[in-house]
């Protein structure tokens, strides 16, 4: 085999293993974007993954991702939707609780206005029972000189 021929497998060796080598780094950085756990990019809690995200993240050219590994940009957008879909779901969960925390405050509210209309009820019911004991007492009292005062007549 001529010089040539062996460099030319040589090269075509090296070109195999360097796109071996980016579909595994792409199948990583895929899956540290669906865990969340991503090293090269910072996720939007909110926003999509893009094309040039990825291959940042994956540490492959964006041309190299176009050209060899459309695969995976078919998979991002997939992921994308499902982390739209996640975002949506979570949202809902979010306002669900939100409104049953202010249905919880609401239904709290009535009660202590129902509990604030009882202690006034109580209070001022306490005040009348202790207004007719100082009576009952002074009308003891007064009863008590009466009969002393018939005992020492008899």
């Known amino acids: 085999m001529s010089a040539s021929k062996k460099a030319i497998n040589a090269l075509n060796n090296h070109k195999a293993e360097q796109e071996q080598l980016n579909h595994n780094n ?15 990019i910072e996720l ?6 893009t094309v040039q995200e990825l291959a940042k993240e994956a540490g492959v050219s964006r041309a190299s991702l176009y050209g ?3 695969l995976f940009i078919e998979e991002l957008k997939n ?6 879909k996640g975002v949506t779901e979570k949202r809902k969960e979010r306002e669900k609780k939100s409104e049953s925390d202010k249905e ?11 509990l604030a209309q009882e202690n006034y009820r109580l209070n001022e019911e ?9 009576a009952l007492i002074s009308q003891l009292g ?13």
């Open 79 to 84: 992921l994308n939707e499902n982390r739209a």
């Open 44 to 49: 939007k809690p909110f926003g999509k993954v």
């Open 68 to 70: 060899n590994h459309k």
């Open 104 to 114: 919880l405050i609401r239904e709290l509210s009535r009660t202590r206005e129902l």
């Open 142 to 154: 007064s009863n008590a000189n009466v009969s002393s005062i018939h005992r020492k007549k008899e």
């Open 26 to 40: 792409l199948v990583k950085a895929l899956v540290r974007v669906k865990n969340g756990q991503t090293e090269n």
């Open 126 to 134: 306490n005040k009348n029972l202790k207004r007719e004991v100082g």
